[in-house]
């Protein structure tokens, strides 16, 4: 498979207080999210980790009109994390955009309905594999239940998806990896026979 042209990483979502904290760094630049996007420089691939506008409190359009300041086409990798890969979702749903490949870890939809005023009132394009050559989704076996239940409901709507479970990973946070560095997405990313 060939590099891709371009890359859009879109980080997830926080409490408000972590969001207005001078100890937490902004989401784009949290956990993995930096040497990730290292990682796709390293190979020549122009990344992007757009910051998200009120991560503590979303809100669909505003996050849709950020992201769209970016280029995307049929050679862009888009990766999203919890909240930021249910909004990929939606926005690849609700839009005729195409892309190269789709990088979903630990998909968060809010399928309890809890806490998102409708930033997921959506329905999953069951034909979204059409438009996206290549769609991958990693989840942890103890991530959160509403994680768990969110990416059931994915692989409902996209049964063809790949599915990389691993254990005892928790939501990829740092402190779940122990780590800043999440080798097993740069596998999956860079498509290296590493990968599970």
Known sequence: MHNPGNAIIVHGTCDRTEYFSPDHPALSNSHWLPWIQKQLLIKGIATQTPEMPKAYDP?????KRELERFDTDATTLLIGYSCGAGFLLRWLSENAI????????????????????????????????ARVNDIQLLVSNDDHPSILKSVGQVVDALPHIGVHRFDRLGHFTSKDLDSTAFPQLRAIALDETEAE
């Open 59 to 63: 809100v669909y359009t505003v996050w």
């Open 98 to 129: 195409r892309a190269a490949r789709l990088i979903l870890v630990a998909p968060w939809l809010d399928p309890d309905k809890t806490h998102t005023r409708g930033f997921f009132d959506f329905e999953i394009d069951p034909r979204l594999d």
